[in-house]
Nanobody, 120 residues
């Protein structure tokens, strides 16, 4: 497993959660990183992405509520989620679009996902 998420859980509407994603020690560097989510019966959708330089992109549904950040030295990415809504309930996945490993380049790397449940 190259990416490992943590920080999911159950929270009431209006609450906050912070998700974290750590890359394995086999990964030297990562290009763009992002968070995606998949709700039951729905397709996986983009939540937020961040470039190596710190440029960010957010889905309209989370703008102003979620903040993505990363630590390039540690190859980690986080997602601070505030003012959570029941419609934010989903499995959240960490993604690296391109990474340099000891064995060479790898593309489109995904974590195993972490469940976020927001109760009304």
């Amino acid at each position: 497993v190259q990416l490992v998420e943590s920080g999911g859980g159950l929270v009431q509407a209006g609450g906050s959660l912070r998700l974290s994603c750590a890359a394995s020690a086999r990964i030297f560097s990562i290009n763009n990183m992002g968070w995606y989510r998949q709700a039951p019966g729905k397709q996986r959708e983009l939540v937020a992405t961040i470039t190596t330089g710190g440029s960010t992109n957010y889905a309209d549904s989370v703008k102003g509520r979620f903040t993505i950040s990363r630590d390039n030295a540690k190859n980690t990415v986080s997602l601070q989620m505030n003012s959570l809504k029941p419609e934010d309930t989903a499995v959240y996945y960490c993604n690296a679009d391109r990474a340099v490993l000891i064995t060479g380049w790898e593309y489109d790397i995904w974590g195993q996902g972490t469940q976020v449940t927001v109760s009304s």
